[in-house]
């Protein structure tokens, strides 16, 4: 599975467009990306998912250059409560392997007043 | 769609006695569900994979015997703290494979909080 690397921390203040730039050198052909948001004592929640160049939901963004070697989820305009840890994950396609999501150490995101 | 649930959402119990967590898919079948432990203030660590109808795969570092999972039904998954200790207490969280998908969907339930007295 491939490894992942986020900053630890990062902060922002509201309104503002937050992008966490995640690197994964190791990634494997069938991998995808998918970011996870974990607020305290709940369980991750699906933000977003993609394979390639850029996809785009109701929440954020995420871009994937050419190489896949690195994504960056966007969050525009940023609220007190996307105060959260962000997790990036480089998982299977489902395609026989085991789908097993190995947590790295996630990006605290603190969004100030 | 692609709810977890899982049961208690909290409990205490006492050093020595065994405690069930129960994981529920409620509106979709999931063929495999898995385990994570998380400590506070640190990153989720997968515990096991549980697969519908077969014996659950641990991780390495995880005692099968100390945390028993049974996964008896394409919605159900439970898991087992055995003789609990102080040491068990941690935050207990289940997500749930969507089967049947071209892309890899997992969904996690809401975690339980462990505390052993």
């Known amino acids: 599975l491939a490894k992942t690397t986020q900053p630890i921390s990062m902060d922002s203040y509201e309104g503002q467009e937050v992008n966490i730039t995640c690197s994964h050198n190791n990634i494997a052909t069938n991998d995808y990306i998918t970011w996870y948001q974990q607020f305290p004592s709940q369980g991750p929640r699906f933000i977003i998912q993609g394979y390639k160049t850029k996809v785009t939901n109701e929440v954020a963004s995420l871009f994937i250059p050419a190489d896949r070697k690195s994504s960056t989820l966007s969050l525009p305009r940023v609220s007190l409560s996307d105060t959260a840890v962000y997790y990036c994950?480089?998982?299977?396609?489902?395609?026989?392997?085991?789908?097993?999501?190995?947590f790295g150490q996630g990006t605290t995101l603190q969004v100030k007043p | 769609g692609a709810v977890v649930s899982q049961h208690p959402s909290r409990v205490i119990c006492k050093s020595g006695t065994s405690v069930k967590i129960e994981c529920r898919s409620l509106?979709?079948?999931?063929?495999?569900m898995f385990w994570y432990r998380q400590f506070p203030k640190q990153s989720l660590m997968l515990m096991a994979t549980s697969n519908e109808g077969s014996k659950a795969t641990y991780e390495q570092g995880v005692e099968k015997d100390k945390f028993l999972i049974n996964h008896a039904s394409l919605t159900l998954s439970t898991l087992t703290v055995t003789s609990a200790h102080p040491e068990d207490s941690s935050f207990y969280i289940c997500s749930a494979r969507v089967s049947g998908r071209a892309v890899d969907e997992q969904y996690f339930g809401p975690g339980t909080r462990l505390t052993v007295t």
């Open positions: 994950l480089v998982g299977d396609d489902g395609s026989g392997n085991t789908g097993k999501l190995i």
């Open positions: 509106d979709f079948q999931a063929t495999t």
